[in-house]
């Protein structure tokens, strides 16, 4: 099984904040996604990227994926109330295979 | 279009008890998942289908845990018998195709709590 590593575990933030989370692993990713989750629900797919370097953005939301594809970046910018939840990154290894990171706990407060 | 359904949303057993959750994934949707996600980590996959093949159950605890996915449809993940240790909520996702760079759609997950 491929390991996730997701920084920081938990984030507390002022609204209108900018913040970044992170996606490593020691393996080279066939595909990474970002999903979000909020309490009750199942997670929510936000992106998917699949080329080194590639950069995605959805609205305050950028999204990279590193060169050699063993990482993965998330940047708010602006944070809002409604962007408090897990952030979850799942890496694709192989045709099939994906494995979730243990998500990063962003809290944005009014 | 109607979402992953999934049942009961929350269960508490005692220790050596049986349970069972069903999954409805999205209808067309060829590839089935099971998740288990523990308080504050994130999910880890328990057991895929496609159709009704098993495409991975590596990491299924075959001796406690049981799932089928009869004429490739619904799903049942079974626990028996249950440890303190499968207190989690269980997630089911579908997706169209098998590959990992399509979309999975999760349903709102089934919390179980053994005492």
């Known amino acids: 099984t491929q390991l996730l590593e997701q920084s920081p575990q938990f984030l507390s933030i002022q609204e209108g904040e900018n913040l970044t989370v992170y996606c490593n692993s020691s393996s080279v990713f066939s595909s990474l996604q970002w999903y979000r989750q909020e309490p009750g629900e199942g997670p929510v797919l936000l992106v998917t990227v699949v080329t080194g370097g590639e950069v995605k953005k959805l609205k305050r939301l950028t999204f990279q994926f590193g060169d050699a594809r063993k990482d993965s970046s998330l940047h708010i910018t602006a944070a809002q109330p409604g962007d408090t939840g897990l952030y979850l990154c799942a890496g694709g290894f192989g045709s099939y295979q994906l494995t979730f990171g243990k998500g990063t706990k962003l809290s944005v407060i009014p | 279009e109607a979402g992953v359904a999934q049942s009961p949303r929350y269960k508490i057993i005692e220790k050596r008890q049986s349970v069972a959750f069903w999954c409805n994934p999205i209808?067309?949707?060829?590839?089935l998942y099971w998740y288990q996600q523990i308080l504050g980590q994130g999910p880890k996959l328990l057991i895929q289908f496609q159709n009704n093949g098993v495409v991975d159950d590596s990491q299924l605890p075959k001796d406690r845990f049981s799932a089928e996915r009869l004429k490739g449809v619904d799903s049942t993940l079974k626990i028996q018998p249950a440890k303190l240790e499968d207190s989690a909520v269980y997630l089911c996702?579908?997706?169209?195709?098998?590959?990992?760079?399509?979309?999975?759609?999760f349903g709102e997950g089934s919390r179980l709590t053994v005492l």
């Open positions: 996702a579908s997706s169209s195709g098998l590959a990992n760079t399509g979309e999975l759609f």
């Open positions: 209808s067309g949707h060829a590839t």
